[in-house]
């Protein structure tokens, strides 16, 4: 099992910054792929960033593109997601995810492991 904890999120005003943290599990944390998503209420969730185990390739939604940026850090087992510029569209419950693969990133149903959410709110 890959356990997951994001934290970071919060209440931020429009135009502003926050760094998400996902903290993984130690086992095999530098073979998954890792993924963030976001849902809104009353929205599916979707796909915002991912990251891949095998080259550390990069994948991001275009809603986000040029804003977010997703990295890694094996010897921790952290993710991160830098959100800059933020909107009040961008408001959200943002989850971490996992999967050991290395292709298919956007995908949510090819994630196995799922964070809790963490709460970001974009005032205007």
């Known amino acids: 099992q890959v356990q997951l904890v994001e934290s970071g999120g919060g209440l931020v005003q429009a135009g502003g910054s926050l760094r998400l943290s996902c903290l993984a599990s130690?086992?095999?944390?530098?073979?998954?792929?890792m993924g963030w998503f976001r849902q809104a209420p009353g929205k599916e969730r979707e796909f915002v960033a991912a990251?891949?185990?095998?080259?550390?390739?990069?994948s991001t939604a275009d809603s986000v593109k040029g804003r977010f940026t997703i990295s890694r850090d094996n010897v921790v087992n952290t993710v991160y997601l830098q959100m800059n510029s933020l909107k009040p569209e961008d408001t959200a419950v943002y989850y971490c995810?996992?999967?050991?693969?290395?292709?298919?990133?956007?995908?949510?149903?090819?994630?196995?492991?799922w964070g809790q959410g963490t709460q970001v709110t974009v005032s205007s």
């Open positions: 995810a996992a999967t050991p693969s290395s292709y298919n990133l956007s995908p949510l149903r090819n994630y196995v492991y």
């Open positions: 130690e086992r095999t944390f530098a073979t998954y792929t």
């Open positions: 990251i891949s185990w095998r080259d550390g390739s990069t």
